[in-house]
């Protein structure tokens, strides 16, 4: 029995197990950009699956064209998409422009454009033992194994960067994840349809199709592990929170900060990197205020206008009045906090000079009282002695007619 004519069912098991996770991002009825593009990722890697299944399987060489044709371009947009999902996971400021998108997909999408015109470039394919494989020498071939690479590269990069930079052993969890997932096609990947083909060696089929799916499986895995798509930001959440001035934190079901705007940052003196995945009640001086906020969030669904204070990176904290209110989906699961908060430290000393002048103002009435009252004994005691002066003269005058 020849194993090699059994090789395409690795691509066709891909290709089933793509179909799934498809269906299962469908199924979390997500919103969330990171949740669109891990989508499309799926989606580029069924139509990369399905042509590399049709380049096994072809049954001549005007198939097998075909099949190498709708491989490069599910290879196109699985390395874009791939660079977009790293970027968003690890917080980027980008993509968010237009420039942005436009430097993330427009090269992949003018290289789409000159393989499906007919004709423009050759796809070479060859016909091997298990089926059909790529022979393509044009330029143009070498300008997309570099723009898959480079953006494929640049997607690891920003992984193990956010890896280093953050603090937070949760978020160094789903980073490893990711740093795992895009490695094992990258090797494998550049082994068996670059190194190979280039050394001569055909007997082993490019398989880079099927390894990029263990990449897809492991951040489904992620997804359900860590909930990224349960309560991360829209960039309808972006643009609220680039538009409000109160400071706003997201807290998820495990009470950890999976969202803080920029504002409370440069109040507390801190990075992005260094509050993602902290404890909620780490920002508080006072931490067991915030257990006692939660237990009143789940009695009465939220809290308003409650005193607390933060703890900033000199230590010294100011105050904070904190709305807090309970973040539960469509099934009635928990899913996390939404606090809003405003600065009241120069509130607070504008109330505390306040009632220090209420206080003098206190004290002076006290003493004009105080001042009064001895005015008004005085003026009864001149009164009285007045008095018996009176008395004193109307005796002397009774002595004297006597």
Known sequence: ????????????????????????????????????????????LILWSFGTILLFKAPNDLFASLGDRIETFGTILTAAFIFHLFALFTRQKFPRKMVHFLFLYFPGFVLMILYAIPGLIPVGVEEVSWGYMSKETSTLFYFLVGYTLVFTMAGLVLGMKYYYETKSEQEKNKSRLLIIAITIPLIFGTLTQLILPLMGIESIPPLTSSFTTVTAIIIAYAISRYKLLELLPSETARTILDNIMDYLVVVDHENKISLVRQSL??????????????????????????????????????????????????????????????????????????????????????????????????????????????????????????????????????????
């Open 1 to 44: 029995m020849d194993i090699t004519e059994y090789t395409f069912l690795l691509p066709t098991l891909s290709f089933v197990v793509n179909i799934f996770l498809f269906s299962f991002v469908i199924s979390r009825k997500s919103k969330s950009q990171i949740n669109l593009v891990f989508l499309a990722l799926e989606g580029a």
């Open 265 to 402: 940052l440069t109040a507390l003196g801190m990075k992005e990197v260094d509050i993602i995945g902290e404890e909620i009640c780490n920002i508080f001086i006072e931490g067991d205020k915030y257990k006692e906020l939660c237990d009143r969030v789940k009695e009465r669904g939220e809290v308003k206008d409650y005193e607390i204070s933060l703890k900033d990176s000199r230590a010294t904290g100011f105050s904070v009045s904190v709305n807090i209110s309970q973040v539960i989906d469509e099934f009635g699961n928990k899913l996390g906090y939404i606090l809003v908060m405003r600065d009241i430290s120069e509130t607070k000393k504008l109330l505390d000079k306040l009632n220090e002048k209420t206080k003098e103002i206190e004290s002076s009435k006290l003493q004009l009282e105080a001042k009064n009252k001895e005015l008004e004994e005085i003026n009864h005691f001149l009164l009285d002695r007045e008095k018996k002066m009176i008395e004193l003269k109307e005796e002397l005058k009774k002595l004297k007619n006597k």
